[in-house]
């Protein structure tokens, strides 16, 4: 058989060498990639592993602060007790104002700081050829410390001197804030004479006033009829007044079984008379009097009106010489000497023909009907009111003076003491156990004022002693003129009482407790907005 030509062949074995050769060529790169990419992790890793052993190496070898510390020949410590030792002295030198060495010593303790910071940053601890210059320097500056005597009896001496002294400011400006505090409280804002004022020149001026108050003869009546519900208040704040009998006629159930006594001053009677002429309150009568006209009211059966007469009296009172200032001026007030406060003691003389009223004071809100009031059974007591010794200073030994044998003898020093401004009194009662003659005994005790101070809650504590009875503390809720009170207090409160100086119609009253009164003031009456009430 003839063979071919070489030309015509079948390249199978070329093309099997070519493509066995790329093939064994790409798996040598590959193989030489991955044994790159292996060696490359593995010196980083490496290079990981000898970087941390360095670290902790060095944490290791470091400073011990607290070993250091403790060792008797350590220079640190050295420097840390100047430094505390020098601190204090600072202090001192400047309360001796003797700011020159405080600077220095200032700077020197900055110095020594910095040593210590020094040593902490390389860890190594401070020898005594860095820190000999500092401990000698800052040593020198304690030594001449001691030179001005800036040690510690002379720290605690200034201490002592200074703390009297701002104890003695403190009482300085405590005085100061109730001085002013009470003159705040007794001005009389200008809006409220503007509106005494007008009433008054409104009295004179219109007859029909004076008509109308005429043509009420059914009025005559009622103010004698024993089976209504008769409240008095003595005042000579007209829209305080306004605001009580308001607040009673729009929460009584029945407004026309309510009968008002109103006792003020020859110079407020007039605008009293005129307001409550002009004004209706639901059909509640009220009556106007002054006790100017009372003719028993006079200084030999009244021991307050006696006693003013006195000159004595006058001066402690009037001017606060008599003491040299030591009464607080709260105890000075001439208000607690007039006639409008003691009348309380003669509610039997004022009103003869009545057998029970309830007393309201002229800072209070009444939220409640009150005719409950009048059927409490008093168990034959003289006096119903709310208990106020749910705290210590609220009892009898906080009002009166329990040095005095009288005192200590006739009254438990920890009896409760009650409060004025919302009171039933049984009138019946009173006049069978002379209520007045045994204030009347009291007050001339207290002539020298060493049974009590001033006011009128020490003799009434005195005076219904034993013949109070205790009423449900929902009737008669106080402290709105003064502190914080309990919100669920004053809601189920039937009496608010703003006692204290902060009342509601002063700048001074307490912004939170305001809308209770101002609710009641009708500020839309012509004579309230020229008189610019708001």
């Known amino acids: 058989m003839r063979r071919r030509n070489s030309d015509f062949r079948r390249p199978v074995r070329r093309r099997f060498s070519n493509v066995f050769w790329l093939t064994v060529c790409g798996l040598a790169i590959l193989l030489l990639i991955i044994l790159l990419s292996r060696e490359t992790r593995d010196s980083s890793s490496r290079l990981v592993y000898t970087k941390r052993p360095y670290r902790h190496d060095r944490t290791g070898d470091g400073l011990n602060i607290t070993e250091e510390m403790l060792r008797p020949e350590s220079m640190a410590r050295q420097l840390n007790d100047q430094i505390s030792l020098a601190k204090a002295i600072v202090v001192i030198a400047k309360e001796s104002n003797n700011l020159q060495f405080a600077w220095e010593l200032s700077a020197q303790i900055r110095n020594s700081q910095m040593l210590l910071s020094n040593a902490a940053s390389r860890r190594s601890p401070l020898t005594n050829r860095e820190s000999e210059n500092a401990i000698r320097d800052m040593a020198l500056l304690l030594y001449q410390a001691q030179q001005f005597h800036y040690d510690s009896a002379t720290m605690f001496m200034r201490l002592k001197a200074k703390i009297q002294s701002l104890e003695e400011q403190m009482n300085s400006f405590s005085e100061k804030s109730s001085k002013y505090g009470q003159i705040a409280a007794e001005e009389v804002p200008k809006s409220l004479y503007c509106l005494g004022v007008r009433l008054t020149a409104e009295w004179f ?84 009097q002054k006790f100017e006209d009372f003719s028993w009211l006079n200084a030999s059966y009244v021991p307050v009106l006696k006693q003013l007469q006195d000159s004595d009296t006058q001066n402690y009172y009037f001017s606060g010489n008599h003491d040299n200032s030591r009464t607080p001026i709260k105890f000075r007030n001439p208000k607690y000497l007039s006639m409008l406060n003691h009348l309380r003691f003669y509610i039997p003389e004022v009103f003869p023909a009545l057998k029970k009223v309830v007393f309201l004071d002229d800072d209070v809100v009444v939220q409640k009907d009150l005719s409950a009031l009048f059927s409490i059974d008093m168990n034959g007591n003289v006096n119903g009111a709310v208990e106020t010794c749910m705290e210590t200073f609220h009892r009898y030994h906080k009002y009166l003076n329990y040095s005095h044998p009288l005192i200590r003898q006739h009254f438990d020093p920890d009896a409760c003491g009650w409060a004025f401004g919302m009171n ?5 009662e009173w006049r069978k156990r002379n209520v007045t003659g045994i204030y009347h005994y009291w007050q001339e005790k207290n002539v ?23 009423l449900n503390p929902s009737w008669h809720v106080l402290g709105l003129g003064y502190t914080n009170v309990d919100p669920k207090l004053i809601e189920k409160g039937a009496v608010l009482h703003y006692n204290g100086n902060s009342k509601p119609w002063l700048k001074i009253g307490i912004e939170k407790y305001k809308p209770l009164w101002e609710k009641y003031v009708d500020y839309g009456h012509p004579l309230l907005q020229l008189c610019n009430f708001h």
């Open 205 to 288: 001026r219109s007859s029909n006033l004076q008509r109308k108050l005429k043509e009420e003869k059914q009025v005559a009546a009622k103010l004698v009829d024993t089976g209504l519900y008769h409240f008095c208040v003595f005042s000579d704040n007209i829209l305080a007044t306004s605001v009580v009998v308001n607040s009673t006629a729009m929460n009584s159930k029945n407004p026309d079984m309510v009968v008002f006594h109103l006792v003020t001053d020859e110079v407020n009677y007039a605008a009293m008379k005129a307001w409550f002429t002009m004004n209706s309150f639901r059909g509640v009568t009220v009556d106007v």
């Open 424 to 428: 039933v009194f049984d009138l019946v």
């Open 448 to 470: 020298d004022r060493t049974l009590w101070k001033l006011g009128t809650l020490p003799p009434g504590l005195l005076t219904f002693y034993g013949l109070t009875e205790a």
